[in-house]
């Protein structure tokens, strides 16, 4: 008798897990014959969705395959939505994110995506309609451009990284320009030693700012035009004693501010006087290009045995005793390290600038050797021109420096400030102590788009609105941080534009995607916090043009 209980429990378990999968899999055609599915869906309400003519986001969905995948996607619609990824090639969990564009056609549309997986295939249906929310027609010209115009410098990106990866030195019409401010801390003191930078040695930082400009535009094939000023402080700067090889950015703040404002320069090379042996002055150490100021510290090397420098120097093609040429690569080092930002903007693998050292520590890189007068200057010459040699995955192609980079500035990237002001109380988004706030004075921003429809919104220093942990949480804060490319969807927003001229921002998660408010009741000390969409004048922004 147990036995026939137990064998009838078993049929009715049976039957009821059959039951539970053609449930979950009732949008998903089964094969003819009675094997196993070959697409299992995780939330299959997700695979048919309905969306407005302004929603950009629509739900991810999560699947389970028993081997690897293909795709197909309605002809002609993939100009209009994206479906990430487009195949799998082994086994296994994924998530599929969809991302349509605003629907300006005045007409519904659908997409239709279809998986596919050892002869058994599922659907993907998205259908957009050409109303908005509140029903009325979505009108595209009554949409401002303001948000193409956040997008100008996206295709000049593109076409950089393209260049770079075909390997392509084609020379620029017309040579890009770079403008550097070389600062000398002619005045500073530490542990109470006052050191003073004399008439040869500011002299000797003039041949070296000289030389840097010449050899530069030499090495580049005059696809850049370096322009350079030079700033004397002739004030005592005091160089901290827990810290004694840098100064402290807030030690020169003052004269940047006034001699330097933001976007005046694409980098500041920064010495200092020094009593350290063989006469090197040390600068001030900062964040580079993430500050919008690309500070970096350089040495000079006073040439010894000799009470004067040479009353010419052979720019560019230097004698053995030329030290400005020695102290020239070093200033081209530290400016070379403000280029680096250049590997995360265009997802390319620009080149370390101590790769130089080669295996162990850069096994990817050739070594090189550094040479008693010319330093590593055949690396950073290779660098400049786009030829050093990187080994990855058993191939090996020239990286660096290509013709079209040189247009990508700090200048260029954040040229163009912008308010941010909250609809509901009129203030100005701001923060304090990387606390967002909201003040009656004007405070700029910087909106750059890295690419699918996603931007990142900077302060004048260089830090971002940053998503508390990267956590997508209701109330979660919003805040400010230095870029960190580990988690981009806490930097990475979108920016769509309201029927009213406002303007919503949203996080760029896989799902459930919450709009920027100004915090109206989250226990987080902050004056912005991420929530669900629900169209309320705290989540309405204002953007405008900084005058």
Not at 273 to 301: C, D, I, R
Not at 333 to 359: C, I, K, M, R, T
Request: aromatic share 12%; proline share 5%; hydrophobic share 35%.
């Amino acid at each position: 008798m147990l036995m026939q209980k137990s064998k009838k429990l078993q049929q009715v378990t049976k039957i009821l897990v059959f039951l539970a999968m053609s449930v979950m899999l009732w949008n998903c055609k089964e094969k003819d014959d009675e094997e196993q599915s070959r697409i299992v869906v995780e939330n299959s309400d997700a695979l048919t969705q309905n969306l407005f003519a302004d929603q950009t986001d629509a739900e991810s969905v999560v699947f389970f395959t028993t081997g690897a995948w293909t795709s197909t996607i309605t002809e002609g619609v993939n100009s209009w939505i994206n479906f990430d990824p487009e195949k799998g090639d082994v086994s296994g969990r994924y998530t599929i994110s969809i991302h349509p564009t605003t629907n300006t056609t005045g007409i519904d549309r659908t997409a239709v995506f279809t998986i596919r997986c050892s002869g058994e295939k599922c659907d993907i249906t998205i259908k957009q309609k050409a109303t908005d929310i509140n029903g009325n027609p979505y009108d595209p010209d009554e949409i401002e451009e303001s948000i193409e115009y956040f997008k100008r410098d996206w295709e000049l990106l593109q076409n950089a990284r393209i260049q770079a990866l075909a390997e392509d030195r084609e020379p620029l019409f017309a040579p890009a320009i770079q403008k550097i401010l070389f600062v000398a801390c002619t005045n500073t003191s530490l542990g109470g030693t006052l050191h003073v930078m004399d008439d040869l040695q500011k002299q000797f930082f003039k041949d070296v700012v000289k030389n840097f400009k010449e050899v530069v535009e030499l090495w580049s094939n005059h696809n850049v035009i370096i322009e350079t000023d030079i700033l004397f402080i002739e004030r005592n700067v005091v160089i901290p004693d827990e810290n004694p090889t840098y100064l402290t950015q807030a030690s020169i703040q003052a004269e940047l501010n006034v001699h330097a404002p933001v976007c005046a320069y694409d980098g500041i090379l920064v010495t200092a006087a020094s009593s350290m042996p063989g006469s090197v002055y040390l600068g001030a150490k900062t964040a580079g290009y993430e500050n919008l100021y690309g500070y970096a510290w350089f040495k000079l090397v006073i040439p010894t045995g000799s009470a004067v420098p040479p009353t010419s120097y052979s720019y560019v093609m230097p004698k053995a005793d030329e030290a400005p040429f020695l102290s020239t690569h070093v200033a081209i080092h530290e400016w070379l390290h403000q280029l680096e930002f250049l590997g995360n903007l265009l997802n390319y693998s620009f080149p370390d600038v101590h790769s130089s050292a080669g295996p162990p520590e850069f096994p990817e890189y050739v070594k090189y050797t550094v040479d008693p007068v010319w330093d590593f200057a055949a690396f950073y010459r290779n660098l400049i021109q786009g030829k050093i040699q990187y080994t990855s995955e058993g191939k090996t192609r020239n990286i660096g420096m290509f013709p079209l980079m040189w247009h990508i500035t700090p200048r260029f990237l954040y040229s163009n400030a912008i308010y941010i002001i909250n609809e509901a109380n009129g203030l100005y988004l701001t923060y304090s102590d990387n606390i967002t706030g909201y003040s009656s004075t004007p405070f700029p921003w910087y909106i750059r788009y890295n690419s699918d429809d996603k931007y990142m919104i900077y302060s004048p220093e260089g830090r971002c609105l940053d998503i508390s942990n990267a956590w997508n949480l209701e109330g979660n804060a919003v805040n400010i941080h230095y870029v960190n490319v580990a988690y981009p969807q806490a930097q990475n927003f979108r920016i769509s534009q309201n029927k009213d001229g406002t303007y919503k921002i949203t996080t760029t998660f896989e799902s459930n995607n919450r709009a920027l408010q100004r915090n109206t009741g989250s226990t987080h000390p902050t004056g912005t916090t991420i929530n669900a969409d629900n169209g309320s004048a705290d989540q309405k922004w204002r953007i405008i043009n900084k005058p």
